[in-house]
């Protein structure tokens, strides 16, 4: 078997993830957000697996018309909209709906007429202060919204919390109190609760949840894990030891030598590096679980390799498989160590990687990793 990394996607536990959502917002339809590749799983692939939502969103009008050029005929949210005719001709023949965040946009679709009118969804800066109308300004766009001739129906009402990732943040429940009187005067259908919302904020469901990171088995919260959530990690990241090597005290590992053995030891060097996504940034001590252990990284990650302080594991042999993260090794953990968040590692898995759909025996390692 190849020692390159393996990214092992279980769509198992992506389903789990789905239920929790339905269980924890009974009352909201789902808009699953699978932008930036699924969050590095695989866009169309998780696109598929995830046949049981109301809707799928994505960031940019490509992602939507990949969609479509795959199959998926769901209907599709683009949550920056379409910035020039071109896009919205190809949002239109694709049938995607558009979110619409601001003065350009809404020019955009008072000028333009297209054959099928689109759906969309007006967003509205209630505190995050990215992309949005101002709240004042909201009624008034709603209602030429609604007079487009490209536009079908009432637009929907968003917006988007800029804090939900910290459970003791009030921001969080004023935004929703803001947006709750114009969603009323309007009668639109509402939409704001992001994974931290879902989790943290159940007054913030309305009519449709956008669930992102913890469909993928990650807490969304600050030191959280996503066990306490009871959500199942998607991807696990997975690679062999190729060398197992022993040094004096004294002598230095890896590019800069800024690493240095602090005694005669063993060291073991895993096939994958900064050039399949593991952050180059993360320093001696970043956990890798090798044989059901959490062993240190140690020295600087290359492109290609990592080098790991095995005096824990002396059974340790070329080919063993080690896990960066998924399955025995939460990817906040990782991304803790790292100085990141988990979706800029999930998100940052490169295409060199091998994807294979598995299913991963919660809280243990691979399947694969039996028997070897
Ligand atoms: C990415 C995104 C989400 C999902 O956020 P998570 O924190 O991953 O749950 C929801 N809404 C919008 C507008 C987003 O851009």
Redesign the pocket.
Known sequence: MSSAPRALIDLAALAHNLARVRALAPASRVLA?I?ANGYGHGMIRVARALGAVDALAVARVGEGVALRRAGIFRPLVV?EGCCDLEELEQAAANRLELVVHSPEQIRLLRRHAVAEPLGCWLKVDTGMHRLGIALEQAPAACRELAACPAVAGIPRLMT?FANADDPGDPLTAEQWRRLGPLAAELKAEVSAA???GILGWPETHGDWV?????LYGVS?FQGGRAADAGLRPVMTLQSRLIAVNHYKKGDPIGYGGAWVCPEDMTVGVASVGYGDGYPRHAPPGTPVLLKGKRVPLVGRVSMDMISLDLRSVPQARVGDPVTLWGAGLPVEEVAEAAGTIP?QLLCGVAARVDFVEEQVAYGQESSRQTGL
């Open positions: 957000v932008k949550l988007h992001n994974s931290g956008r669930p992102g990171i913890m969304p979706y």
